[in-house]
C-alpha cells in the first residue's frame, strides 16, 4: 500500500497523485516550496551584492535554512520547482564558511593593528 511522500499516512482513503502526496500535502507543499526557493533565491541575491560581511552571513543562513527544508522534500522524492536542491545547499554552505572565514581574517587583522590590542 501506497502512502504520502510528504506526511507518510497511508493513502488509503485519499489516494496519493502521480508526485506520491495526499490531495492537503499536495497543495501545501506547492505553495511552501515555492516560497522557499523564492526566499532562498532572494537571500543570496542579497548575500553576494553586500559587502558588509555579518549582513552576507544573515542573507546566508535565510537562504541555508530554507535550502535544508526544501532538501528534506527532494530526500523524500518529492518532485520540486527547483533541481539541484542539494547543489545549492552546497553553494550557499561554501559561501558562508569563504564570508566566516574572510571576516574573521579582516577581524584579527583590525586588532592586531590597533595600540595595545584594544585595551585601554
Not at 559587502?51 to 518532485?79: E, F, M, Q
Not at 533541481?83 to 566566516?100: F, N, Y
Amino acid at each position: 500500500m501506497s502512502s504520502c511522500k510528504a506526511c507518510r499516512r497511508p493513502a488509503l482513503l485519499f489516494g496519493v497523485n502521480r508526485d506520491g502526496m495526499c490531495p492537503l500535502c499536495a497543495s501545501l507543499v506547492r505553495v511552501e516550496t515555492i516560497a522557499r526557493v523564492r526566499i532562498a533565491a532572494d537571500a543570496m541575491h542579497t548575500a553576494r551584492q553586500t559587502s558588509n560581511p555579518k549582513a552576507r552571513l544573515k542573507r546566508i543562513d535565510v537562504a541555508i535554512r530554507n535550502l535544508k527544508a526544501l532538501k528534506v522534500y527532494a530526500d523524500r522524492g518529492i518532485p520540486l520547482v527547483v533541481p539541484g536542491v542539494s547543489d545549492l545547499l552546497r553553494q550557499a554552505l561554501e559561501l558562508r564558511r569563504a564570508t566566516a572565514t574572510k571576516a574573521g581574517r579582516k577581524h584579527l587583522r583590525k586588532t592586531q593593528e590597533e595600540p595595545n590590542h584594544g585595551r585601554a
